[in-house]
């Protein structure tokens, strides 16, 4: 968690937001049901993400490190899309990245075989995205099945990440089957679970009910003692329980920049884009930063306190140097 602090600081006082997120592509062989990147709002209303002018080849390898050079991140989300579209591209691309000395996260749903020779590449992490137990997942992730993610995923280490949604709360001990399964696989490093996050005024069937996010906040810290793999704390839940009222109080929006498969258009408030409803926040990522901006350090200093002084810093450094 330190060395996230200060690789965070370090670019702040430079005027550099810490975290960049690329849409690598628009293309994606799934069409889950309530996919946030294919909303009609994602990129503001006029255009959405399929109609989005994308890149391939060396113009996309080109494209991505244009960005980082632009922007210079010490973590890079690689998302979509299904960036594993992209696959021959990030052959060349995740090699150069680490040797840049830049924490990699592919977002992916392992729909194809994730290149072994991967697994050698220093600061790759690889996030599979799993909606729910394996009846539910197939039918709504078809043809990222379950078969096709456990046979994609052999030989690497990845992070489970499900998106808690209503339909799943409704039946009794749906968590801890899900949480158990995971847990159990040796190719799951870690499990990563994210509350649905409506956009204002949405009425999906995936939205929770207050009743739904309170049984989720709590089987949660009932499940982490018994399934180690986990990776929910108290902070995270402290975050779920009092999300943020606007992405100007989200340290995560603060502190990240987030790019669509242009490499030009914006993606704001934050990842989610359009208007997202933060008093109904549950992003994963949010709720971690969070949890490290309330971090205590020596002498009674909130890590939070010096990130507010470090984007104030880094903002007249960005004038000047823009000057």
């Given at each position: 968690?330190?060395?996230?602090?200060?690789?965070?600081w370090?670019?702040?006082?430079?005027?550099?937001?810490?975290?960049?997120?690329?849409?690598?592509?628009?293309?994606?062989?799934?069409?889950?049901?309530?996919?946030?990147?294919?909303?009609?709002?994602?990129?503001?209303?006029q255009?959405?993400?399929r109609?989005?002018r994308?890149?391939?080849?060396?113009?996309?390898?080109?494209?991505?490190?244009?960005?980082?050079?632009?922007?210079?991140?010490?973590?890079?989300?690689?998302?979509?899309?299904?960036?594993?579209?992209?696959?021959?591209?990030?052959?060349?691309?995740?090699?150069?990245?680490?040797?840049?000395?830049?924490?990699?996260?592919?977002?992916?749903?392992?729909?194809?075989?994730?290149?072994?020779?991967?697994?050698?590449?220093?600061?790759?992490?690889?996030?599979?995205?799993?909606?729910?137990l394996?009846?539910?997942?197939?039918?709504?992730?078809?043809?990222?099945?379950?078969?096709?993610?456990?046979?994609?995923?052999?030989?690497?280490?990845v992070?489970?990440?499900?998106?808690?949604?209503?339909?799943?709360?409704?039946?009794?001990?749906?968590?801890?089957?899900?949480?158990?399964?995971?847990?159990?696989?040796?190719?799951?490093?870690?499990?990563?679970?994210?509350?649905?996050?409506?956009?204002?005024?949405?009425?999906?069937?995936?939205?929770?009910?207050?009743?739904?996010?309170?049984?989720?906040?709590?089987?949660?810290?009932?499940?982490?003692p018994?399934y180690?793999?986990?990776?929910?704390g108290?902070?995270v839940?402290e975050?779920?329980?009092?999300?943020?009222?606007?992405?100007g109080?989200?340290?995560?929006?603060?502190?990240?920049?987030?790019?669509?498969?242009d490499?030009?258009?914006?993606i704001?408030?934050?990842?989610?884009?359009?208007?997202?409803?933060?008093?109904?926040?549950?992003?994963?990522?949010?709720?971690?930063?969070?949890?490290?901006?309330?971090?205590?350090?020596?002498?009674g200093?909130?890590?939070?306190?010096?990130?507010?002084?470090?984007?104030k810093?880094?903002?007249?450094?960005?004038?000047?140097?823009?000057?």
């Amino acid at each position: 968690m330190l060395g996230v602090i200060f690789r965070a600081w370090g670019r702040l006082l430079i005027g550099y937001k810490p975290f960049l997120s690329i849409e690598l592509t628009r293309e994606c062989p799934l069409s889950c049901p309530g996919c946030y990147a294919y909303g009609d709002q994602h990129l503001g209303g006029q255009i959405t993400l399929r109609q989005v002018r994308d890149l391939k080849g060396q113009a996309l390898i080109d494209g991505v490190l244009g960005l980082l050079r632009e922007h210079k991140p010490s973590h890079v989300s690689l998302v979509g899309g299904e960036p594993l579209v992209r696959y021959r591209e990030l052959d060349e691309l995740l090699p150069q990245m680490a040797t840049m000395g830049i924490q990699t996260q592919l977002v992916t749903s392992a729909v194809r075989r994730i290149p072994q020779e991967w697994a050698l590449i220093p600061r790759l992490g690889i996030s599979v995205s799993i909606d729910g137990l394996q009846p539910e997942h197939d039918e709504r992730r078809k043809p990222a099945t379950y078969e096709r993610i456990l046979k994609n995923i052999a030989g690497h280490q990845v992070s489970v990440h499900c998106t808690l949604t209503h339909q799943q709360l409704v039946r009794d001990g749906y968590l801890e089957e899900f949480v158990k399964f995971w847990s159990d696989q040796p190719t799951t490093k870690r499990i990563w679970m994210s509350l649905f996050t409506p956009q204002k005024g949405e009425n999906s069937k995936e939205r929770l009910t207050p009743e739904d996010r309170w049984k989720a906040i709590q089987d949660l810290l009932d499940l982490k003692p018994k399934y180690p793999k986990l990776d929910v704390g108290r902070g995270v839940a402290e975050f779920y329980e009092n999300p943020p009222n606007s992405p100007g109080e989200c340290t995560f929006a603060r502190l990240s920049t987030c790019i669509s498969a242009d490499f030009e258009k914006l993606i704001t408030p934050c990842q989610f884009g359009g208007n997202p409803d933060c008093k109904n926040c549950g992003c994963i990522a949010s709720a971690g930063m969070d949890a490290v901006q309330r971090h205590q350090l020596p002498f009674g200093i909130r890590v939070g306190q010096i990130l507010d002084a470090s984007l104030k810093v880094g903002a007249c450094i960005k004038h000047i140097r823009n000057r």
